[in-house]
């Protein structure tokens, strides 16, 4: 079975894709956001990135849930 390909500018994930590390790249492509934005708001948003080495990542499924708490508020 083949893979339909991904449209340009938007994100689909598998149930594997859900845990794999997101850059901060990923993340403002996701929110439709410049990068700045992101590297700029991420600790007042409080979106979940963690350190890996010197660089952000974001899990996909926790990004969801962050999103999902956004709307609550």
Known sequence: ?????RPS???FFSE???????????VAEYLNVPKSWVYNNHK???????KVGQSLRCRMNDLAHW??????Q
């Not at 079975?1 to 390909?5: A, E, G, Y």
């Not at 594997?16 to 990923?26: A, G, H, Y």
Request: glycine share 10%.
């Open 44 to 50: 007042r948003e409080g979106i979940p990135f963690v």
């Open 16 to 26: 594997d894709s859900l845990t794999k590390l997101m850059t901060v790249d990923d």
């Open 67 to 72: 999103l999902d708490k956004q709307g609550a």
């Open 9 to 11: 500018g938007a994100f």
């Open 1 to 5: 079975m083949t893979t339909p390909p």
